[in-house]
């Protein structure tokens, strides 16, 4: 039995899409299956919130201090103890604390079964996606236009500090995912921290149905084609193909590939994106996996598009499977990344479904641009032409970015010639 693997963001888990879409953060990758741990009666164990199984795992004699510790507080502990599945997600995650790997998660029952149907593109929330900041908060990355989060007046880099009235501060973000999604008619009320206001303030969101297109496609001004890309999910790949191939029978002078809040998706998908508009066997990623040495993942296919120009648009919103595709178009100097630095996230995830429906992602690899270039630490990657995208632009409606992209594409036509358009900066969320 198969299973796909998330190279996912987030942190943003992100990169969380608050359609809430859960993102992952998660780019996943269609490898073998493996076993939970080395040890699966650990897990079994703890799931059941039973005593340990008479087969012996290593090291069972610091593993019998847990047990005499749940014992002691069970018989002891003055208050209110939470169930026993309570407690058993509380041990799950205090292990998963000790890894220090932010996309190592455990995500409850309720929430994996809707991050499973999130597969399928509708979604019932707020209709923004999210991050985990370095505090503990959720930050927006970006509201989604006519959804219910924009028609608040949510804006990008909102800081949400509680839920409902509950501190958020400590979940892990499908913790705090898991509370503010929910069927489409019933209210949230977050209590966001803005850039620039001295107190927070509530915001009441009323939940929507969630319809997001995985990929958009249009001829603008100039007769430059623009191709977005919403996720790595799913038909993506298979959408892109058609979507491009329609677009380069116009004729365009050029190509814009839209990746900014692309939180990711699939490893292969991503593959597959970037084989679009590379030359077969040229490098797209390596894989680095515990006791397998590296894995070298090339264009494969026919390519639609190797040789149009191309300007691929990013910001900090495209993480993990999106940066595979950037690295990619980067190092093979096959076009020009225009907008802002990239989330960072170089990791994979597998996710093992649990016997009570919930779910255990594990970081299982990591991956490096072609030229061997890894992102930790949220450190993304540089776009190759740095321009802004201010607050100021996002509530007036425009645009900066893409106007500058269709300047480059356009000028490149006519010899090189800028036509002298000016970005103002101002200060970027």
């Given amino acids: 039995m198969s299973r796909k693997w998330y190279v996912g963001c987030l942190q943003v888990l992100l990169i969380g899409l608050l359609a809430l879409m859960l993102v992952s953060t998660g780019f996943v990758a269609g490898y073998a299956?493996?076993?939970?741990?080395?040890?699966?009666?650990?897990?079994?164990?703890?799931?059941t919130a039973a005593e340990p199984s008479k087969e012996s795992p290593q090291g069972s004699e610091t593993f019998d201090l847990f047990w005499e510790a749940w014992k002691l507080i069970r018989r002891d502990f003055y208050g209110e103890?939470?169930?026993?599945?309570?407690?058993?997600?509380?041990?799950?995650?205090?292990?998963?604390?000790?890894?220090?790997?932010?996309?190592?998660?455990?995500?409850?029952?309720?929430?994996?079964?809707i991050s499973r149907e999130d597969i399928t593109g509708g979604f019932e929330g707020i209709g923004a996606t999210v991050r985990l900041n370095e505090e503990g908060y959720l930050v927006i990355v970006q509201p989604f236009e006519e959804q219910p989060a924009a028609k608040a007046g949510v804006l990008p880099g909102d800081i949400i500090l509680e839920v409902d009235g509950t501190p958020i501060q400590g979940m892990d973000i499908y913790q705090a995912i898991s509370r503010i999604r929910g069927p489409a008619g019933t209210e949230v009320q977050l209590l966001i921290q803005r850039l620039g206001e001295e107190e927070p303030f509530l915001v009441t969101i009323v939940r929507g149905k969630i319809e997001i297109p995985t990929v958009q496609a249009k001829i603008l001004a100039g007769s430059?084609?623009?191709?977005?890309?919403?996720?790595?999910?799913?038909?993506?790949?298979?959408?892109?193909?058609?979507?491009?191939?329609?677009l380069l029978d116009q004729d365009p002078v050029g190509?814009?590939?839209d990746l900014r809040n692309n939180p990711g998706g699939l490893l292969d998908t991503a593959v597959e994106v970037s084989s679009l508009f590379l030359k077969p066997d040229q490098v797209i990623l390596i894989e680095l996996r515990k006791g397998e040495g590296k894995k070298t993942y090339r264009a494969k296919g026919r390519p639609l598009a190797p040789d149009i120009p191309l300007v691929v648009l990013i910001n900090g919103g495209s993480a993990s499977a999106s940066e595979i595709v950037v690295g990619a178009v980067q190092d093979n100097h096959r076009g020009v990344t225009l907008g802002e630095p990239t989330f960072g996230k170089g990791s994979v995830q597998l996710p093992h479904q649990l016997s009570?429906?919930?779910?255990?992602?594990?970081?299982?690899?990591?991956?490096?641009?072609?030229?061997?270039?890894a992102l930790r630490n949220g450190k993304g990657l540089l776009p190759d032409m740095p321009v802004p995208m201010t607050s100021q632009d996002f509530r007036a409606g425009r645009d900066p970015q893409l106007n500058r992209a269709i300047e480059y594409l356009t000028s490149e036509q006519k010899g090189g010639q800028s036509t002298g358009l000016v970005v103002p900066v101002e200060e970027i969320l």
């Fill in 33 to 47: 299956s493996h076993s939970l741990l080395s040890h699966p009666g650990h897990v079994e164990a703890l799931a």
């Fill in 356 to 373: 009570d429906g919930s779910e255990l992602r594990i970081t299982i690899a990591q991956w490096l641009t072609p030229s061997g270039h």
């Fill in 224 to 246: 430059v084609a623009y191709l977005r890309l919403n996720d790595f999910h799913g038909r993506a790949a298979a959408q892109a193909r058609g979507a491009l191939r329609s």
């Fill in 81 to 113: 103890l939470p169930d026993e599945k309570g407690m058993t997600y509380g041990a799950i995650r205090g292990v998963i604390r000790t890894l220090d790997d932010p996309d190592t998660a455990l995500i409850e029952p309720q929430l994996a079964a």
């Fill in 255 to 257: 190509l814009i590939l």
